[in-house]
Structures are given as structure tokens and as C-alpha cells.
């Protein structure tokens, strides 16, 4: 179903199962199907899953304004996502760049949370320079889209060491996944690196001390360089749980999702 905002855009939305609320935030060129039907209906055991997909990805509407893909704007848009369903308060739960969203939602409207689930996530660069440098390679990222298309960019974005591991999945998740990335435009990633990228949200890590909501804190033990962000997080988090997924990498929710379903569903704020 469809969700208008404020602005008459839409949102497409996946609700599923009965219970506590549960909001799921897909990656960067994710959508909504990107978790799988297999977790979606575990989820929908113990949850009201409510899977969106995000401003220009997946069967929403897609923007080529980068200043609506900004974190303000987005955390906006989830709001009334979440007021269109009567859901006042939800755990939240975003994979990366659904993750940093998640954990901007917990700094900048803590009272629409009950609960926060990051998985491979980060708090942004908390350098200036190192953000400068981003911005740089995700403008030069985003041209790269607009002039070569989605299915050189899918095939670049999917070859990136940090999706290495994935390469031991079957075949045809391999196939479904680059199908879903591939339902994307040009127009709408570009624009969403040049708003929601790394190198453009704020940095968060000093806000760490204040998410006082329990959250679960997961990385794919084969993914060394969020997993060390993980425990940096955990550290600077009062009520943070850490979890380290084996036989994973960065998308552990694709490469050992019966851990990840089980992590997420006995955790218990």
C-alpha cells in the first residue's frame, strides 16, 4: 500500500503479522522485499511489521531534489509513516543506511521510539575532513550512476570488497538481490547520496551518550570494519547490547538470516 506525505509524495509500505510495532529502514538501493519473505513472516510472529521503502527506492516515488533526501526530511517522512498506521511509538530497526537513519530517529525523535535495532550501521564520519573526502567520492559516485546507468552501477556497487562475502550465497539470491537493485533509477540514487550520504548527514557519534532507548547493536563478524564501529558504539551507548553474527558479512539479514532472525526476535526492551 501507499502512504502520501506531506509534500504529495508516496511511500510504498509492506505491513505485516500483529503485535508491537516494528519499523524495518532498508540499505541504500534496498527496498522494503529486500529483507526476504522468509524474515518478514518470522517477524510477523511477534510483530506489526511495518517495511517501507524509502524516498526514491524500491515502488516509492523518487525525488531528483538531493535537500529531500536529507535526514530531517526523512525522519519525516517515517513519522508519518508510522501516524498514517496509528503507530505512535515503534522499535525501529534499519540495516547501514537504514541503520544510520534509525539511529538519527533516536537522537532527533527519541519519543517515536521504543527500541533500536542497528545492523551494520554507523553513527557518520566524525571528522570533517573525512567528510569532505566522502562527499567528494559519493559526488563522483553519483555522476557515475547518472552517465553509466543502474546496471554498470548494480554491478560496481555489488563487486565492493565491503559485499565480498556475499559472493558464498546461492546463486539465485545473488540473481533476486541485483533484480531488486536494479528496480531503482539513476536519478533517484544519485540524489539520495547527495543528501543522505556518509559525507553529508551529521555526525552522531557525539550524541551516543544520550540515545537512552535499548538497542541492539549487530555486525557480521566477517565484516571487520563495522564490526569494530559496533563495539566503539557500544561503548559510548548506556543501553546498548552488542551482537556479533557469525558466517556473516555486512548484509547479515542476506548471508545468516536465521542468526539474524533470532537475534532480533529475543531481544527484548
Not at 509534500?7 to 510504498?12: E, V
Not at 524516498?55 to 498514517?84: A, I, K, M, T, W
Request: net charge negative; glycine share 10%; hydrophobic share 40%.
Amino acid at each position: 500500500m501507499f502512504v502520501t506525505l506531506r509534500d504529495g509524495l508516496r511511500l510504498n509500505v509492506l505491513i505485516q503479522g500483529s503485535g508491537s510495532p516494528l519499523l524495518l529502514i532498508h540499505g541504500f538501493t534496498g527496498s522494503c522485499r529486500s529483507w526476504g519473505e522468509d524474515l518478514l513472516s518470522g517477524l510477523g510472529q511477534a510483530h506489526r511489521v511495518i517495511a517501507v521503502d524509502l524516498l526514491g527506492h524500491g515502488q516509492s516515488d523518487v525525488s531528483p531534489d538531493p535537500d529531500r533526501f536529507q535526514v530531517d526530511e526523512l525522519l519525516q517522512d517515517l513519522g508519518e509513516v508510522l501516524d498514517s498506521f496509528d503507530v505512535e511509538m515503534a522499535r525501529w530497526l534499519g540495516y547501514s543506511m537504514g541503520g544510520r537513519l534509525a539511529l538519527a530517529g533516536a537522537v532527533r525523535t527519541p519519543e517515536r521510539i521504543s527500541g533500536l535495532i542497528l545492523e551494520s550501521a554507523s553513527p557518520g564520519l566524525p571528522e570533517e575532513g573525512e567528510r569532505r573526502a566522502r562527499r567528494r567520492a559519493d559526488e563522483a559516485l553519483a555522476e557515475g550512476i547518472l552517465r553509466g546507468g543502474m546496471e554498470a552501477f548494480v554491478d560496481h556497487w555489488m563487486g565492493l570488497p565491503l559485499f565480498a562475502t556475499q559472493g558464498k550465497l546461492p546463486p539465485a539470491i545473488r540473481v533476486q538481490t541485483r533484480e531488486r537493485k536494479l528496480q531503482n533509477t539513476p536519478e533517484a540514487l544519485a540524489a539520495c547520496l547527495r543528501g543522505m550520504g556518509t559525507g553529508v548527514q551529521p555526525s552522531f557519534w557525539n550524541d551516543l551518550p544520550q540515545v537512552e532507548v535499548p538497542s541492539l547493536l549487530m555486525a557480521g563478524e566477517e565484516d571487520r570494519k563495522f564490526t569494530l564501529v559496533a563495539e566503539q558504539m557500544a561503548e559510548h551507548m548506556p543501553m546498548a547490547e552488542l551482537r556479533l553474527i557469525p558466517k556473516a558479512g555486512h548484509a547479515i539479514h542476506l548471508e545468516n538470516p536465521f542468526a539474524w532472525l533470532a537475534a532480533v526476535r529475543t531481544f527484548d526492551p
